[in-house]
């Protein structure tokens, strides 16, 4: 190794001869929107949607962006993404059975929160005749919250409560006796009362999600792949709580079993989750690597975005002396991330991917209104500019395809690969 | 010069790669190619990102190629069953209880701040978070390997004050807390623990636990990569070593080119898996 090799990380990068198209819009929130004006557009000209792919450096700052303009263009976009477990319903379901058992006393809102979110008994007790009765409509929730006293109770209160109210079906009390007959938390009646509850969310709450639901499903999915990730949480629960109440670290409370799981919850495995074939593949940049298809929409070529700084915690001076590995350095493993080698590679990648041709967008402006430039990695390759004109012609209500895009679809040539 | 030029143009440190490890930049067609009908899967192909496991099956889906031949897994998948067939532990702490860990480390040694890990470059050193980090980064460039520590102070010995003191501060830090932990449980610190313990096994059975663990296998192929840690570079040391596995490296366009010139370093390693730390039982 000789300093000389180090520079073999800011070499210019072999991209093939893959037609890229630039587009450049004012805000994030444009990018986002051009980017999904691009693939609808493409559908619309006949490029089956499987032919098309999003990639994004980062999609935590471009998800729901890029999920509202795909909306707004009828694109039904699937996100290969770690599903973002504490904003589901089954998980919040969760949550708020929690915070009804925590403590001695509980106030209304507290206690009604669990049936707002589809809670229903589990049905593995045995058949229930009133099993259409579940889950309890939310204006009969809505109804209930109003003809009950305010301020807190105990559960056995609760019930009692609910019984002298007039108006307060039957129903409330079963969900109450439920909350009242709780056991004090321990692994084992954590993971079963918790599991009853994401049980009678799958036999009852699921069906309630696919009625409301869009014809692609979308909200039916995500409230699956949530309940899968949820019944597994209940049950890394069990033992985690099992071996912080072994480390003294927790109290027997309903309190800490809800903190934990949120702990639980936040951490982002190292799975991805499932996707739906017929729906526009949304990836984060890392992730398209190996992939063939036509089209390729690159998202968020913008400085600071894509390459985005190293979060190294060693000194630069040392990070350079690792990365030349000269004499004693030379066995220690570089990490070209340091310099933006992880960018160069899904840059790249994203690039190769493309068998007929790339879209890049990036955004001009900060939230702020400051200027931020164009990706440094788009100097590696020649763009073809897209003019605000036909942008604004492509967001607008014709959705029509840039001139340079267009000759693409239409003439197939320029884009063959090397 | 084109990308196929610099590739095949003969580099005086590629002779110093053993015969049995192949390094590629891109070309992961080559994969397809050796697609074929077969009874049981000779070919490991192993990559960290599971996603990328995923983009090569759909490849060989569409283009109608049989995926027989291939055993899809991770780097841990791999030593899982290594270690499993040499029925050695397999028991790691996830980053949830490490994170817990780290915590109750400074709950009971550093009730105040002046104990806590001090770095000149900021940021509070007692958040966990931090901790994990500066941990996670000395192992992936170290593997905690005792001549690769002492390549550490050497480096950080030529660079000026205070920056030399600071570069020493945190690989301190990283040993500090990776002994804690193994201190505070009976299970491997962490899945990399685990990618330690199975170099060392491949190494010390002579490859006997490799073979029982994969008996067909006769090429693994490593995908997708954007570096090469020192903990996934001391097992494919380890198999080149004391198996007769050929072993493929598929780096990235983007930066390939750098790393497979760093690879003869990196190998230049002996007894790869080895840790400074006392062995407290029979699982390490």
Same mark, same amino acid.
């Given at each position: ?30 990018? %986002? ?28 700052? *471009? ?9 707004? *263009? ?141 014809? %692609? ?75 063939? !298809?036509? *089209? ?51 840059? %790249? ?31 590696? !390759? ?37 | ?284």
């Amino acid at each position: 190794m000789t300093g000389a090799d180090r520079l073999a990380l800011s070499r210019p990068i072999d991209a093939p001869a893959t037609t890229v198209v630039e587009m450049a819009s004012p805000t994030r929130r444009d990018e %986002a929107r051009s980017a999904m004006a691009a693939a609808a557009a493409l559908r619309d000209r006949g490029v089956p949607v499987r032919d098309l792919a999003v990639a994004v450096r980062d999609l935590d700052p *471009y998800e729901e962006p890029l999920f509202r303009a795909a909306l707004q *263009y009828e694109v039904a976009p699937v996100f290969w993404t770690q599903l973002r477990v504490t904003r589901t319903r089954p998980y919040a379901l969760v949550e708020s059975v929690c915070e009804a058992l925590a403590g001695n006393s509980v106030d209304r809102e507290t206690l009604l929160r669990p049936l707002e979110l589809r809670w229903s008994p589990a049905t593995a007790t045995g058949p229930d005749p009133r099993s259409a009765e579940w889950p309890i409509e939310p204006e009969a929730v809505h109804r209930a919250a109003e003809l009950l006293p305010d301020g807190p109770r105990s559960p056995p209160e609760w019930v009692e409560a609910i019984e002298s109210a007039d108006g307060v079906d039957d129903r409330f009390r079963r969900f109450a006796e439920w909350i009242a007959a709780a056991p004090a938390p321990d692994p084992a009646s954590v993971a079963s009362l918790l599991g009853e509850a994401v049980e009678g969310y799958v036999d009852r709450g699921l069906s309630e999600t696919k009625a409301a639901d869009s014809p %692609a499903l979308l909200d039916t999915e995500t409230d699956a792949r949530a309940v899968v990730r949820v019944r597994t949480l209940v049950r890394q629960l069990r033992h985690k709580f099992a071996d912080r109440l072994e480390a003294g670290t927790l109290e027997r409370s309903w309190d800490d079993v809800a903190d934990l799981a949120g702990v639980i919850a936040t951490q982002r495995p190292g799975r991805r989750e499932h996707s739906n074939a017929r729906a526009l593949d949304v990836f984060e940049a890392n992730d398209v690597w190996a992939l063939d !298809v036509p *089209y390729v929409i690159a998202v968020g070529l913008t400085a600071g975005e894509w390459p985005r700084p190293s979060q190294s915690v060693l000194p630069p001076e040392f990070q350079e002396a690792v990365l030349r590995g000269e004499g004693a350095s030379g066995s220690l493993a570089p990490q070209p991330a340091w310099v933006g080698g992880r960018d160069r590679d899904q840059f %790249a990648d994203a690039i190769r991917a493309a068998g007929r041709c790339v879209v890049v967008t990036r955004h001009t402006r900060t939230p702020d209104g400051d200027d931020v430039a164009r990706s440094p990695l788009l100097d590696h !390759v020649d763009t073809r500019r897209v003019s605000e004109e036909a942008r604004r012609r492509l967001i607008g209500a014709d959705q029509e395809l840039p001139p340079a895009l267009r000759e693409i679809v239409d003439g197939g040539s320029g884009g063959d690969r090397e | 010069m084109d990308r196929r030029d610099r590739r095949d143009r003969p580099d005086r440190r590629d002779d110093e790669i053993p015969d049995r490890l192949t390094l590629h930049v891109g070309d992961e067609g080559r994969l397809f190619e050796r697609s074929r009908p077969r009874s049981r899967p000779n070919e490991l192909v192993v990559s960290p990102v599971e996603l990328h496991q995923r983009n090569v099956q759909r490849r060989l889906r569409e283009a109608r190629l049989p995926k027989d031949a291939f055993r899809f897994e991770d780097p841990v998948g791999v030593c899982l069953r290594v270690l499993e067939s040499a029925g050695r532990p397999t028991g790691a702490v996830d980053r949830v209880d490490r994170l817990s860990l780290i915590r109750s480390i400074f709950g009971v040694t550093a009730p105040d701040d002046s104990t806590g890990f001090a770095l000149s470059t900021g940021a509070p050193s007692r958040d966990p978070r931090r901790v994990e980090r500066i941990r996670t980064e000395v192992e992936a460039l170290t593997n905690f390997h005792p001549e690769r520590l002492s390549a550490w102070t050497d480096t950080a010995a030529e660079l000026d004050g205070p920056i030399d003191a600071e570069a020493d501060a945190v690989l301190d830090a990283a040993l500090g807390i990776e002994r804690e932990l193994r201190d505070r449980t009976a299970e491997a610190v962490s899945e990399t623990a685990l990618l330690r313990r199975a170099t060392r096994s491949i190494t010390a059975t002579n490859g006997s636990v490799w073979r029982e663990a994969y008996p067909d296998i006769d090429r693994l192929t490593l995908l997708g990569l954007s570096s090469l840690s020192a903990p996934h570079t001391d097992l494919v040391n380890a198999l080149l070593t004391a198996t007769a596995v050929e072993i493929h490296v598929h780096f990235r366009e983007g930066t390939g080119e750098y790393l497979r010139r760093r690879v003869p370093g990196l190998l230049a390693i002996a007894d790869p898996g080895t840790v400074p730390f006392p062995s407290t039982e029979a699982s390490e």
